[in-house]
Nanobody, 126 residues
Framework: QVQLVESGGGSVQAGGSLRLSCAASGRTFSTYTIGWFRQAPGKEREFVAA????????CYADSVKGRFTISRVNAKNTVYLQMSRLKAEDTAVYYCAASGARWDKAPVSPVLYNDWGQGTQVTVSS
């Protein structure tokens, strides 16, 4: 089990940037795939991006590809989500989550993730 805490959310105008951080506790952090998900009011939680345990493999939702970048520093037990060219439709609560499953295919389903953070709000005004 790993405990996750997100930070870095806030309010920004369309076209701006934010960097979210996901800080984890536990000595086994480097063995987990980490994913970012988001949930807007009245909508289901959706996949945003994921990074493999080593950081060598990443994947993105089509809606954020080319605008968001996921990265990790295992020595700091931290995963980042750099968000650029933000749009109003990016407004949501953003969650990071940890999965111990092997990366056989892109881990886009929330059911693959066992541990979740509390979320951080991102609001983009147009």
């Amino acid at each position: 089990q790993v405990q996750l805490v997100e930070s870095g959310g806030g309010s920004v105008q369309a076209g701006g940037s934010l960097r979210l951080s996901c800080a984890a506790s536990g000595r086994t952090f480097s063995t987990y795939t980490i994913g970012w998900f988001r949930q807007a009011p009245g909508k289901e939680r959706e996949f945003v991006a994921a990074i493999s345990s080593s950081g060598g493999i990443t994947c993105y939702a089509d809606s954020v590809k080319g605008r968001f970048t996921i990265s990790r520093v295992n020595a700091k037990n931290t995963v980042y989500l750099q968000m650029s060219r933000l749009k109003a439709e990016d407004t949501a609560v953003y969650y990071c989550a940890a999965s111990g499953a092997r990366w056989d295919k892109a881990p886009v389903s929330p059911v693959l993730y066992n541990d979740w953070g509390q979320g951080t709000q991102v609001t983009v005004s147009s």
